[in-house]
């Protein structure tokens, strides 16, 4: 299957160091990612972002679980952001725009091709996970992990590290999917006995099973805390690269 350059460039760049040129381009072109995406996000509102699995389809409880929650997130006031491809992802957007409300992807470029969904009001291709992961984070007051694989996992596990660390503020930290989850939990909770982690840290997120709790649980810890409203934003400037 064929690779595309940046990822192949990636790869290189991960295999230690390299010429002094080639890592002065990869810099370049990682920062041009990262200001694709600011200028692309900058006037999107406060967000929530929504991680799970591509692979569950439209009919799957936890796919119409995630629409659920993109449509609850939307009359929360939020734009609801995600993955932007298919599954999980697509279904929280989904849910979004069938409220009327705004829905947005960081879509990263992959060799099997992932595209951004039909649901989506902007979206911006990333080819470099780690830029990806910024972005995702960069503009969101809550995160809401359905069941998902190890990049789904990897994302819940930088959100609460961020927070338990001090690296961003208290954000909201939801985990959906109680039967899916239970032996994470449980391990979670051996972390604990152990002493890795601390009993506080089992706090850092809502482990639930309801939908309907997760827009209460949002309103009292995002918009409340955060004292979250759509203040007017300045006029985009199309020559930045703003819409």
């Not at 796919?63 to 734009?79: C, M, N, P």
């Not at 993955?83 to 470029?109: T, Y």
């Not at 997120?205 to 949002?218: N, Q, S, Y």
Request: glycine fraction near 10%; charged fraction near 25%; hydrophobic fraction near 40%.
């Amino acid at each position: 299957m064929a690779e595309t350059k940046a990822n192949n460039s990636e790869k290189i760049f991960l295999e230690g160091p390299q010429s002094r040129w080639r890592e002065f381009v990869f810099i370049v072109k990682a920062l041009f990612e990262f200001f694709k995406g600011f200028r692309k996000f900058h006037f999107l509102g406060p967000c929530a972002t929504v991680f799970g699995s591509a692979r569950f389809k439209e009919g799957h409880p936890y796919y119409e679980a995630a629409r659920k929650i993109g449509g609850d997130l939307a009359k929360l006031g939020f734009t609801v952001m995600t993955g932007g491809g298919p599954g999980i992802m697509e279904a929280a957007n989904r849910g979004a725009k069938e409220e009327g409300g705004r829905s947005v992807g960081c879509n990263i470029v992959l060799p099997m091709e992932q595209k951004h969904n039909p649901y989506l009001d902007k979206w911006v291709n990333i080819n470099y996970f780690f830029v990806r992961k910024v972005l995702l984070s960069k503009y969101s007051y809550a995160f809401i992990v359905l069941p998902g694989g190890y990049g789904t996992l990897d994302e819940f596990f930088e959100a609460i590290t961020l927070i338990q660390t001090g690296k961003v503020k208290k954000f909201p930290v939801v985990l959906y999917g109680k039967e899916y989850h239970e032996k994470l939990f449980e391990h979670l909770q051996r972390m604990v006995l152990e002493g890795t982690i601390s009993e506080q840290d089992l706090k850092l997120f809502l482990f639930t099973d309801t939908t309907d709790e997760i827009p209460v649980f949002l309103e009292e810890y995002a918009v409340k805390q955060f004292k979250l409203n759509r203040k007017k934003i300045p006029f985009p400037i199309g020559i930045l690269g703003e819409k």
